[in-house]
């Protein structure tokens, strides 16, 4: 079956231009058999109506674009408008990184709406974008992560350094780096924004590898092979991920990875723990650290760059196969909507005036 899809690209994050390259590819692919658009959601959000055919360098000066500006309709008739008009979609493919767009507030802004939209649900979102919540609720479940610190005044962490810090939201690896002491990583938070809601500080692991795998659950729970990054530094940085090697599907990589059978079933075995806690929706990539046979959860990228597609490449599934899978789940997604069992009026009707109450 075929549908008109909007994929949604941008918005007011770090991650804004990486979000454009992977919605920008997804739309490409998509449209050999739908009716695609753009949803461009700008860094000082507004949003714009663009043809799917844009090319990357298009979105270096933004003015140009900036013609069908969009309206959003909270009501009855939710959805976004342009020239008072409703906007005749089917699906929304989220392609946002980081920020407004993968913490919760762009899935609460489409569940409002009553828009179907690919990709974490509000709940799933907002616990996989905070590493300190991740990080606790996987603690609490007794799988393996390595011990972090939330940066507090007059605290300081009770493990020894070096140590690596996070924001404590955000992805693609941006505000992420050594630092051999606590002193330094204060310094650092002073001067950056991109820890003004939180930031995070972990055991530096030196040796340990990035293992990453790409789940979803529909049509059926499976996974894909398992992917060794080649780095250039002591992390998988962004300009490992992103600007080297032509970007994300162009960076090095050991697909499938070498390693033991028996690291090999943990992670796997880690992985349906993990999506039993945290069901996967669309298409997730789960990020492991491995330190000789010790296998550690690092994190969740929901919306994972390219939506984690190349993953999947030597497992005879093409990249339309994927996108129109997350679409498919998205439609037939039933869990949508609110209750309100219970709200009868019986409570209204039996109290007693409001000044009482107050007095």
Same mark, same amino acid.
């Given at each position: ?53 844009? =090319? $990357? ?6 003015? #140009? ?53 690919? *990709? ?13 919540? /991740? ?13 972090? /610190?939330?940066?507090?005044? =007059?605290?300081?962490?009770? /493990?020894?350094? +070096?140590?690596?810090?996070? +924001?404590? /939201?955000? *992805? ?56 060794? +990054? ?6 998988? $940085? ?11 599907? *162009?960076?090095?990589? =050991? ?34 650290? #491995? ?12 919306? +994972? ?31 949508? *909507? ?22």
């Amino acid at each position: 079956m075929n549908y008109k899809i909007a994929v949604i690209i941008g918005g007011p994050s770090p991650e804004h231009d990486i979000s454009v390259l992977t919605g920008l590819q997804s739309a490409r692919v998509l449209s050999s058999k739908n009716e695609v658009s753009i949803i461009y959601w700008t860094k000082d959000n507004k949003w714009f109506l663009l043809d799917s055919k844009l =090319e $990357s360098t298009d979105f270096v000066d933004t003015s #140009k674009l900036k013609k069908k500006e969009l309206q959003l309709n909270l009501g009855k008739n939710g959805g976004f408008y342009y020239k008072r008009k409703a906007l005749d979609i089917d699906i929304f493919i989220n392609s946002c990184h980081g920020g407004p767009g993968e913490d919760g507030t762009l899935q609460g802004l489409l569940d409002i709406m009553n828009l179907n939209y690919t *990709g974490p649900n509000l709940t799933s979102a907002q616990i996989c974008m905070d590493k300190y919540v /991740f990080y606790a609720l996987m603690k609490e479940n007794n799988l393996p992560v390595l011990e972090k /610190f939330k940066i507090q005044d =007059e605290k300081k962490p009770n /493990f020894d350094g +070096p140590y690596v810090l996070k +924001p404590q /939201f955000g *992805g693609s690896s941006i505000g992420v780096e050594v630092v051999d002491n606590y002193e330094t990583a204060l310094k650092i938070i002073e001067s950056s924004d991109l820890y003004e809601k939180g930031a995070l500080l972990e055991r530096y692991l030196e040796n340990a590898e990035d293992l990453l795998i790409g789940v979803r659950n529909y049509p059926v729970f499976n996974f894909s092979q398992i992917e060794k +990054p080649i780095r250039n530094t002591n992390l998988f $940085s962004y300009e490992d991920k992103y600007l080297n090697n032509g970007g994300l599907e *162009g960076s090095k990589r =050991e697909l499938p990875v070498s390693i033991s059978k028996e690291a090999e079933n943990k992670i796997i075995e880690y992985v349906k723990q993990i999506n039993n806690i945290i069901p996967s929706r669309g298409i997730v990539r789960y990020d492991f650290l #491995k330190i000789e046979e010790e296998i550690y959860i690092n994190e969740i990228n929901t919306i +994972p760059g390219s939506h984690a597609l190349y993953l999947w490449k030597n497992l005879n599934v093409s990249k339309y196969e994927l996108l129109m899978d997350i679409v498919e789940e998205a439609l037939s997604d039933t869990s949508k *909507g609110w209750s309100v069992q219970g709200s009868d009026g019986v409570a209204l009707k039996s109290a007693t005036d409001i000044q009482s109450k107050l007095g």
